[in-house]
Protein backbone atom coordinates (compact mmCIF):
# COMPACT_ATOMS: atom_id res chain seq x y z
CA UNK A 1 0.00 0.00 0.00
CA UNK A 2 1.48 3.06 -1.35
CA UNK A 3 1.94 5.77 1.77
CA UNK A 4 3.49 9.60 1.79
CA UNK A 5 3.33 10.72 5.22
CA UNK A 6 4.02 14.98 5.20
CA UNK A 7 5.67 16.64 8.74
CA UNK A 8 7.25 19.72 9.55
CA UNK A 9 4.69 22.39 8.82
CA UNK A 10 3.57 24.76 11.51
CA UNK A 11 3.02 28.49 12.50
CA UNK A 12 6.57 30.76 11.03
CA UNK A 13 6.55 34.69 11.44
CA UNK A 14 7.18 36.35 8.06
CA UNK A 15 10.71 35.56 6.69
CA UNK A 16 11.12 32.58 8.85
CA UNK A 17 12.13 29.16 7.68
CA UNK A 18 10.58 25.54 7.78
CA UNK A 19 11.69 22.20 6.51
CA UNK A 20 9.17 19.94 5.30
CA UNK A 21 9.34 16.10 5.24
CA UNK A 22 7.41 13.51 3.65
CA UNK A 23 8.18 10.02 4.27
CA UNK A 24 7.31 7.26 1.45
CA UNK A 25 6.68 3.60 1.75
CA UNK A 26 5.21 1.07 -0.76
CA UNK A 27 6.44 2.04 -3.64
CA UNK A 28 10.19 1.70 -5.39
CA UNK A 29 10.99 5.80 -4.07
CA UNK A 30 14.13 6.01 -5.74
CA UNK A 31 12.23 5.32 -9.55
CA UNK A 32 9.76 8.25 -9.47
CA UNK A 33 9.89 11.38 -9.43
CA UNK A 34 8.14 13.82 -6.92
CA UNK A 35 6.67 16.81 -6.59
CA UNK A 36 5.41 19.34 -3.68
CA UNK A 37 1.98 21.08 -4.49
CA UNK A 38 0.48 23.47 -2.37
CA UNK A 39 -3.53 24.39 -1.73
CA UNK A 40 -4.20 27.46 0.29
CA UNK A 41 -7.29 27.45 2.35
CA UNK A 42 -10.45 27.59 -0.29
CA UNK A 43 -8.49 27.78 -3.19
CA UNK A 44 -6.96 25.74 -5.91
CA UNK A 45 -4.10 23.15 -6.46
CA UNK A 46 -0.68 25.05 -6.73
CA UNK A 47 2.52 23.24 -8.09
CA UNK A 48 5.65 23.77 -6.09
CA UNK A 49 8.53 22.02 -7.30
CA UNK A 50 9.71 18.43 -8.81
CA UNK A 51 12.95 16.62 -7.90
CA UNK A 52 14.10 13.99 -10.65
CA UNK A 53 13.96 10.10 -9.36
CA UNK A 54 17.86 10.42 -8.60
CA UNK A 55 17.68 14.23 -7.97
CA UNK A 56 19.54 15.19 -10.65
CA UNK A 57 16.65 17.46 -12.15
CA UNK A 58 15.24 19.81 -10.19
CA UNK A 59 12.26 22.59 -11.04
CA UNK A 60 10.62 25.27 -9.21
CA UNK A 61 7.66 27.98 -9.80
CA UNK A 62 9.00 30.92 -10.05
CA UNK A 63 7.03 31.99 -6.86
CA UNK A 64 9.60 29.65 -4.84
CA UNK A 65 12.32 30.19 -6.78
CA UNK A 66 15.49 30.97 -5.09
CA UNK A 67 13.42 30.83 -1.78
CA UNK A 68 12.50 26.88 -1.55
CA UNK A 69 14.83 23.95 -2.34
CA UNK A 70 14.08 20.54 -2.76
CA UNK A 71 15.60 17.59 -2.15
CA UNK A 72 15.14 14.12 -1.50
CA UNK A 73 17.39 11.11 0.34
CA UNK A 74 16.58 7.94 -1.70
CA UNK A 75 18.43 5.29 0.91
CA UNK A 76 15.67 6.89 3.64
CA UNK A 77 12.47 7.48 0.96
CA UNK A 78 12.42 10.60 2.02
CA UNK A 79 11.31 13.90 0.15
CA UNK A 80 12.49 17.29 1.51
CA UNK A 81 10.96 20.84 1.12
CA UNK A 82 13.30 23.85 2.57
CA UNK A 83 11.46 27.05 2.64
CA UNK A 84 13.32 30.30 3.54
CA UNK A 85 11.99 33.83 3.42
CA UNK A 86 8.32 32.84 4.03
CA UNK A 87 5.72 35.16 2.93
CA UNK A 88 2.11 35.36 4.32
CA UNK A 89 1.15 34.08 0.33
CA UNK A 90 2.82 30.68 0.87
CA UNK A 91 0.23 29.99 4.06
CA UNK A 92 -1.52 26.32 2.41
CA UNK A 93 -1.48 22.86 2.88
CA UNK A 94 1.67 21.47 1.42
CA UNK A 95 1.25 18.02 -0.41
CA UNK A 96 3.98 15.36 -1.61
CA UNK A 97 2.83 13.28 -4.59
CA UNK A 98 5.10 10.89 -6.73
CA UNK A 99 4.89 10.87 -10.71
CA UNK A 100 5.12 8.10 -12.81
CA UNK A 101 1.36 7.76 -15.01
CA UNK A 102 0.56 11.44 -13.99
CA UNK A 103 0.86 12.84 -10.30
CA UNK A 104 -0.01 9.21 -9.26
CA UNK A 105 -0.16 9.31 -5.52
CA UNK A 106 -0.65 12.20 -2.51
CA UNK A 107 -0.09 12.88 0.96
CA UNK A 108 -2.45 14.08 3.10
CA UNK A 109 -0.41 17.32 3.31
CA UNK A 110 0.96 19.23 6.05
CA UNK A 111 -0.43 23.11 6.94
CA UNK A 112 1.90 25.96 6.78
CA UNK A 113 0.87 28.75 8.15
CA UNK A 114 3.12 32.01 7.75
CA UNK A 115 1.83 34.74 10.28
CA UNK A 116 2.80 37.46 12.49
CA UNK B 1 3.45 31.46 -18.84
CA UNK B 2 0.82 28.56 -19.94
CA UNK B 3 -2.84 28.75 -18.61
CA UNK B 4 -5.00 26.57 -18.21
CA UNK B 5 -8.95 27.32 -18.29
CA UNK B 6 -12.03 25.40 -16.76
CA UNK B 7 -15.35 26.55 -16.28
CA UNK B 8 -16.07 27.63 -12.32
CA UNK B 9 -18.97 25.40 -11.40
CA UNK B 10 -20.69 22.31 -13.48
CA UNK B 11 -24.06 20.91 -12.63
CA UNK B 12 -25.29 17.52 -13.80
CA UNK B 13 -28.27 15.74 -12.75
CA UNK B 14 -28.14 12.14 -11.21
CA UNK B 15 -27.44 9.45 -13.27
CA UNK B 16 -26.90 12.08 -16.35
CA UNK B 17 -23.33 12.70 -18.20
CA UNK B 18 -21.46 15.52 -16.80
CA UNK B 19 -18.42 16.96 -19.50
CA UNK B 20 -15.43 19.44 -17.61
CA UNK B 21 -13.62 21.28 -19.75
CA UNK B 22 -10.12 22.46 -19.80
CA UNK B 23 -8.36 24.84 -22.18
CA UNK B 24 -5.06 26.06 -23.44
CA UNK B 25 -2.78 26.48 -25.98
CA UNK B 26 -2.60 23.52 -28.34
CA UNK B 27 -3.03 21.41 -25.44
CA UNK B 28 -3.83 18.58 -27.66
CA UNK B 29 0.05 18.67 -28.10
CA UNK B 30 0.40 17.89 -24.47
CA UNK B 31 -0.26 14.92 -22.22
CA UNK B 32 -3.37 16.33 -19.87
CA UNK B 33 -4.20 14.60 -16.39
CA UNK B 34 -7.40 15.21 -14.35
CA UNK B 35 -7.37 14.64 -10.68
CA UNK B 36 -10.30 14.29 -8.25
CA UNK B 37 -10.27 15.94 -4.98
CA UNK B 38 -13.20 15.70 -2.75
CA UNK B 39 -13.92 17.53 0.44
CA UNK B 40 -11.41 18.06 3.37
CA UNK B 41 -9.54 14.81 1.27
CA UNK B 42 -6.53 14.41 -1.20
CA UNK B 43 -6.43 14.93 -4.55
CA UNK B 44 -6.90 11.50 -6.59
CA UNK B 45 -5.73 10.99 -10.03
CA UNK B 46 -8.78 9.42 -12.21
CA UNK B 47 -7.71 10.05 -15.92
CA UNK B 48 -3.71 9.96 -17.34
CA UNK B 49 -2.39 11.39 -20.64
CA UNK B 50 -5.59 12.04 -21.97
CA UNK B 51 -8.03 9.34 -21.83
CA UNK B 52 -6.26 6.39 -19.35
CA UNK B 53 -8.01 5.57 -16.06
CA UNK B 54 -5.83 4.27 -13.31
CA UNK B 55 -6.83 1.01 -11.60
CA UNK B 56 -9.69 1.14 -9.62
CA UNK B 57 -11.11 4.31 -11.31
CA UNK B 58 -14.70 3.80 -12.35
CA UNK B 59 -15.20 3.28 -16.04
CA UNK B 60 -17.87 6.33 -15.81
CA UNK B 61 -15.00 8.34 -16.61
CA UNK B 62 -13.26 8.95 -19.51
CA UNK B 63 -11.16 11.81 -21.23
CA UNK B 64 -10.16 13.03 -24.16
CA UNK B 65 -7.87 15.59 -25.76
CA UNK B 66 -7.69 17.48 -29.10
CA UNK B 67 -6.79 20.64 -29.88
CA UNK B 68 -7.32 23.72 -27.84
CA UNK B 69 -9.67 21.55 -25.35
CA UNK B 70 -9.32 18.53 -22.82
CA UNK B 71 -11.93 17.23 -22.20
CA UNK B 72 -13.13 14.91 -18.58
CA UNK B 73 -16.87 13.17 -19.01
CA UNK B 74 -18.43 11.09 -16.26
CA UNK B 75 -21.15 9.09 -17.54
CA UNK B 76 -23.95 8.00 -15.14
CA UNK B 77 -23.15 10.74 -12.81
CA UNK B 78 -23.51 9.62 -8.85
CA UNK B 79 -24.09 11.14 -6.06
CA UNK B 80 -20.16 10.55 -4.77
CA UNK B 81 -18.61 12.07 -7.92
CA UNK B 82 -19.56 15.89 -6.25
CA UNK B 83 -16.25 16.98 -5.43
CA UNK B 84 -13.79 19.42 -7.61
CA UNK B 85 -11.77 18.28 -10.46
CA UNK B 86 -8.68 20.04 -11.93
CA UNK B 87 -6.82 19.37 -15.29
CA UNK B 88 -3.40 19.40 -15.38
CA UNK B 89 0.11 19.44 -17.96
CA UNK B 90 3.41 19.74 -17.55
CA UNK B 91 4.59 22.60 -19.95
CA UNK B 92 8.02 24.17 -19.35
CA UNK B 93 6.79 23.31 -15.88
CA UNK B 94 3.93 21.90 -14.26
CA UNK B 95 0.82 23.88 -14.32
CA UNK B 96 -2.80 22.93 -13.15
CA UNK B 97 -5.92 24.51 -14.01
CA UNK B 98 -8.37 26.74 -11.61
CA UNK B 99 -10.79 23.69 -10.81
CA UNK B 100 -14.00 22.68 -11.31
CA UNK B 101 -16.76 22.27 -8.93
CA UNK B 102 -19.07 19.62 -9.57
CA UNK B 103 -22.32 19.23 -8.11
CA UNK B 104 -24.87 16.32 -8.74
CA UNK B 105 -28.60 17.06 -8.66
Known amino acids: QVQLVESGGGVVQPGGSLRLSCATS????????MHWIRQAPGKGLDWVAY????????EYADSVKDRFTISRDNSKNTLYLQMNSLKPEDTALYYC?????????WGQGTLVTVSS | SYELTQPLSVSVALGQTATITCEGNNIGNKNAHWYQQKSGQAPVLVIYRDANRPSGIPDRFSGSNSGNTATLTISRAQVEDEADYYCQVWDTSVVFGGGTKLTVL
Open chain 1, 97 to 105: ANDRLGIDN
Open chain 1, 26 to 33: GFTFNAYG
Open chain 1, 51 to 58: IQNNGRKK
